[in-house]
């Protein structure tokens, strides 16, 4: 069945570095992959997609200049480097299957949270 | 960037009402729009894609209707594992956004 993994979520001082990785399994990987996000008791914000040949890339606006998604087609991972971090940017992370590149979310990680915090 | 604005925020309903969510969008989105559940401490599932396509699995007590701006999320008769936030999403324009949500808890 679809799985999929998030990694490198932690703890990160204002104005630090993260990688964040998905590992997918249980699908041949020719689906884009969205990044979601879902700060405590909040709604839910996308952040980030990747079309199936990593040639397409879209961001939200809040965040287009701090994120790069990229992917590893070779070993099925989609990694989200997020760069300058706020206290706002505390979150859960998720990442999230295209319904066959229709733009629409199909599966989802249990998500890795990221705490910005000094 | 579209901007999508749930109504209401909250639905106070009893088991076996009817609910119906609101979702309307700040400019046309055609049929683009799709409608998630989250359960407390799960994550989102998807329950309507294309404003009005039931995803695999889901109860045929959930419906989706609209386009354009108006779009509508009905549940017909609420089950007790209804009870959850609901949000629309929009795939018509880049960025893709959600909506702020809907409650649906029980009276």
């Known amino acids: 069945q679809v799985q999929l993994v998030e990694s490198g979520g932690g703890v990160v001082q204002p104005g630090g570095s993260l990688r964040l990785s998905c590992a997918a399994t249980?699908?041949?990987?020719?689906?884009?992959i969205h990044w979601v996000r879902q700060a405590p008791g909040k709604g839910l914000e996308w952040l980030a997609y990747i079309g199936y040949d990593g040639n397409r890339k879209y961001y939200a606006e809040s965040v287009k200049d701090r994120l790069t998604i990229s992917r590893d087609n070779s070993k099925n991972t989609v990694d989200l480097q997020m760069n300058s971090l706020r206290p706002e940017d505390t979150s859960i992370y998720y990442c999230a299957r295209d319904l066959d590149n229709y733009y629409y979310i199909a599966y989802w990680g249990q998500g890795t949270l990221v705490t910005v915090s000094s | 960037e579209i901007v999508l604005t749930q109504s209401p925020a909250t639905l106070s309903l009893s088991p076996g009402e009817r609910a119906t969510l609101s979702c309307r969008a700040s400019?046309?989105?055609?049929?683009?729009l799709a409608w998630y559940q989250q359960r407390p401490g799960q994550v989102p599932r998807l329950l309507i894609y294309g404003a009005s396509n039931r995803a695999t699995g889901i109860p045929a007590r959930f419906s989706g209707s609209g386009s354009g701006t108006d779009f509508t999320l009905t549940i017909s008769s609420l089950e007790p594992e209804d009870f959850a936030l609901y949000y629309c999403q929009q795939r018509s324009t880049w960025p893709i956004s959600f909506g702020q949500g809907t409650k649906v808890e029980i009276k």
């Open positions: 400019q046309s989105i055609s049929s683009h």
């Open positions: 249980g699908f041949s990987f020719n689906n884009g």
